[in-house]
């Protein structure tokens, strides 16, 4: 059996700095791991609140051509002044 060779302390310390690196990027990797999984239940939410807004904006829009539908049925084409809440119909 052939004897055993010593390593070199500089050899041994390349070494080690090479396993702390692999062992900074592994733990690194982990992180970022995380992090997109973050990202990615934030990204969830905000998906979740932009559907309830854009059904809300929908609703919203059916109920003021709703509302449209019923003055127009009531007083008629014309116009409406906001300001000071009066109707004016059309000719």
């Given at each position: 059996?052939?004897?055993?060779?010593?390593l070199?302390?500089?050899?041994?310390?390349?070494?080690?700095?090479?396993?702390?690196?692999?062992?900074?990027?592994?733990?690194?990797?982990?992180?970022?791991?995380?992090?997109?999984?973050?990202?990615?239940?934030?990204?969830?939410?905000?998906?979740?609140?932009?559907?309830?807004?854009?059904?809300?904006?929908?609703?919203?829009?059916?109920?003021?051509?709703?509302?449209?539908?019923?003055?127009?049925?009531?007083?008629?084409?014309?116009?409406?002044?906001?300001?000071?809440?009066?109707?004016t119909?059309?000719?």
């Open positions: 059996m052939a004897e055993p060779i010593k070199t302390d500089d050899e041994l310390n390349e070494l080690k700095g090479i396993q702390t690196t692999y062992q900074e990027k592994t733990y690194e990797f982990g992180q970022l791991y995380i992090d997109k999984l973050n990202v990615n239940e934030k990204i969830k939410q905000l998906d979740e609140i932009e559907s309830k807004l854009t059904k809300d904006l929908v609703d919203a829009q059916k109920k003021e051509q709703e509302w449209i539908d019923k003055i127009s049925n009531k007083y008629g084409e014309g116009n409406l002044s906001l300001k000071d809440g009066t109707f119909p059309k000719s």
